[in-house]
């Protein structure tokens, strides 16, 4: 069974950091491009990065950019997202996504249960 597994989400206050884990199991990802995705209350799943199998290419949205880092560790079958400087607008519940598809057409194929962010102001 795959599963992709999030941890790292909690509470903190405007300013701090966190740093998001994603394990993968039942299947390694090592040759697919992975995601954090976000959802806040109210509104729809937006992408927040994606990581090419290699590590080497990388993409963010606009909001993040400058504070958000995605990286992965293939032999361990895990990705992060080290999330700086945060702001009360990044409060959602963050997912993890695998790509079977690529990283220029990235579909998510699997989706972890997400793991919840909360910034206080």
């Known amino acids: 069974q795959v599963q992709l597994k999030e941890s790292g989400g909690g509470f903190v206050q405007a300013g701090g950091s966190l740093r998001l884990s994603c394990a993968a199991s039942?299947?390694?990802?090592?040759?697919?491009?992975m995601g954090w995705f976000r959802q806040a209350p109210g509104k729809e799943r937006e992408r927040v990065a994606t990581?090419?199998?290699?590590?080497?290419?990388?993409s963010y949205a606009d909001s993040v950019k400058g504070r958000f880092t995605i990286s992965r560790d293939n032999a361990k079958n895990t990705v992060y997202l080290q999330m700086n400087s945060l702001k009360p607008e990044d409060t959602a519940v963050y997912y993890c996504?695998?790509?079977?598809?690529?990283?220029?057409?990235?579909?998510?194929?699997?989706w972890g249960q997400g793991t919840q962010v909360t910034v206080s102001s």
């Open positions: 996504a695998a790509s079977l598809t690529g990283w220029v057409s990235f579909q998510a194929d699997y």
């Open positions: 990581i090419s199998w290699s590590g080497t290419t990388t």
């Open positions: 039942g299947r390694t990802f090592s040759s697919d491009a």
